[in-house]
């Protein structure tokens, strides 16, 4: 017998009465059931108007989440006590009340509630499964829902939190993990029958960043449940990963084409915890995910089978779960040539060499996308010993003073966090030199300034992110993204 789908709570970031209220309708226009009125964001003066809420598009949960455990209200019992005593009082569906600080409450009142407790933990560190176990089974058994959160990594969830997670029958079980890996029990929240899920309102449609980073769009976790346990899973791994706008592009297309499926980012620490995690999402659900900086030649190695693209880059963006195997492909490389392609149709690029800064996994496609093309490659960096060892393995010469007409970046530089590159001998810029980005919507300008102001031309990498997610998306659902939607998404990606 399948189990009831979890209910999709959309923790609102509201701060005001009115923004609850226009946050609900959006929530209950997006499919989710519940939505979470975050109280302990509030001012004190739109907290004395929570009447005014009612009546809401949604059943409403009220949290007023303490400073210890991750919130902006109150710790202290009594202070909070009567907040909770004045909410209670409200047609809350449930009122959130944290077992360390809210309970016990005075005799009778836990009974007056009715289950419309949810009884709720937020631990500052992982613990041992039977630890987690423990805590969930000695909740107050009158809370209508019991909910236990911890940061989490994908190895120990895997290890310490998927093994002893409550049985399905016990449905008023809700367990999360944050951080990096957060995302992926959400996503199997049907598969363990746990009873809800936070989520994040529409990520097309909200104004402010998601109450906590690793919630789902409600909207895509609502399709994604109600088409049952066949519809497929998706995910970009990577440290960091937080940036990525690969889940903004395959949700876009599946909707366009009528296919359901769910889609989100992934952090693993790193190649030990990748290895770890690859068998656990191909036994979970996933069609197939795609790998981004610093793991593609670590997802090469990792497979059964390799493309031809991969092999030719010596790295792999994406892999595809299938029953004989997991396969390694590069949709780089196919979104390179087409880009140079149209750059040497434009006339913006002569077409005759390219250089390339960098020596990871983009470094690679670009060295192959120049070895597919017949063309030489230069190539830059900022340690010798990587910079030989790549220009040997593609035929490329490490670079000094020749100018190309085009230059590729292929490093993290620009994104938050990644310094400007210093390099020992920099790629000449001038009049004539296109620079191709592959880091798209850089939060730092460091390239883009650096060549305009010699006279060069400059294109970030975001045409380069839509080509290769189009790649990916054909690879899983053997159909590719028409041409009328691919342009929808530039058009999107450049407005």
Request: charged fraction near 25%; glycine fraction near 10%.
């Amino acid at each position: 017998m399948t189990p009831p789908r979890p209910l999709v709570v959309a923790s609102l970031p509201a701060r005001t009465v009115a923004a609850a209220r226009d946050g609900a309708q959006l929530a209950a226009r997006a499919g989710a059931d519940v939505v979470e009125i975050r109280l302990d964001r509030w001012p004190e003066s739109e907290r004395d108007r929570v009447d005014a809420l009612f009546p809401l598009a949604l059943p409403a949960i009220a949290t007023f989440r303490s400073q210890a455990e991750g919130g902006e209200g109150p710790s202290a019992p009594e202070e909070r006590r009567v907040r909770l005593r004045q909410w209670a009082a409200q047609p809350f569906r449930f009122l959130d009340l944290e077992s360390a600080r809210d309970l016990p409450l005075p005799d009778g009142e836990l009974e007056k509630l009715h289950g419309r407790i949810l009884l709720s933990e937020h631990l500052t560190g992982p613990v041992p499964g039977p630890e987690l176990r423990r805590r969930l089974a000695a909740a107050d058994p009158r809370a209508g829902l019991v909910k236990l959160v911890e940061p989490a990594t994908v190895t120990h969830l895997f290890a310490e939190v998927i093994p002893y997670l409550p049985r399905p029958g016990e449905a008023r079980a809700i367990v999360h993990t944050t951080g990096g890996a957060g995302g992926l029990l959400r996503a199997w929240a049907s598969r363990y029958a746990l009873a809800a899920v936070f989520a994040s309102l529409p990520e097309e449609r909200r104004a402010e960043p998601p109450v906590e980073g690793s919630q789902i769009p409600c909207d895509r976790l609502a399709r994604f449940f109600s088409a049952g346990p066949s519809a497929p899973l998706f995910a970009v791994l990577g440290r960091p990963i937080g940036f990525s706008r690969s889940p903004v592009l395959h949700h876009r297309w599946m909707r366009a084409l009528g296919r359901t499926g769910l889609y989100f980012p992934l952090e693993v620490a790193d190649e030990t915890e990748l290895a770890l995690a690859i068998p656990g999402l191909a036994q979970g659900g996933f069609r197939g995910v795609n790998v981004t900086h610093p793991f593609k030649e670590a997802a090469c190695r990792l497979a059964d089978r390799v493309a031809r693209d991969a092999e030719a880059c010596g790295c792999a963006n994406t892999l595809t779960f299938a029953p004989e195997g997991v396969e390694a492909s590069n949709t780089d490389l196919a979104a390179l040539l087409r880009r140079l392609g149209e750059l040497k149709s434009a006339g913006a690029w002569d077409g005759r060499s390219l250089s390339v800064i960098g020596t990871g996994g983009a470094a690679r496609a670009a060295l192959a996308a120049a070895r597919e093309l017949a063309i030489p490659a230069h190539l830059f960096g900022r340690r010798p010993e990587p910079v030989a060892t790549l220009a040997r393995t593609f035929g490329a010469s490490i670079g000094g003073a020749e100018r190309s007409g085009l230059l590729v970046h292929a490093t993290p530089a620009g994104r938050a966090g990644e310094a400007a590159i210093e390099l020992p001998v920099a790629p000449p810029l001038g009049p004539g030199v296109h620079v191709l980005d592959m880091v798209y919507a850089p939060d730092d300008p460091w390239l883009s300034d650096r060549a305009r102001a010699a006279g060069a031309t400059y294109e970030d990498g975001r045409r380069l992110l839509v080509y290769q997610a189009a790649a990916s998306f054909e690879r899983w659902w053997d159909t590719p993204v028409p041409e009328p939607a691919i342009a929808g998404a530039l058009a999107e990606a450049f407005a």
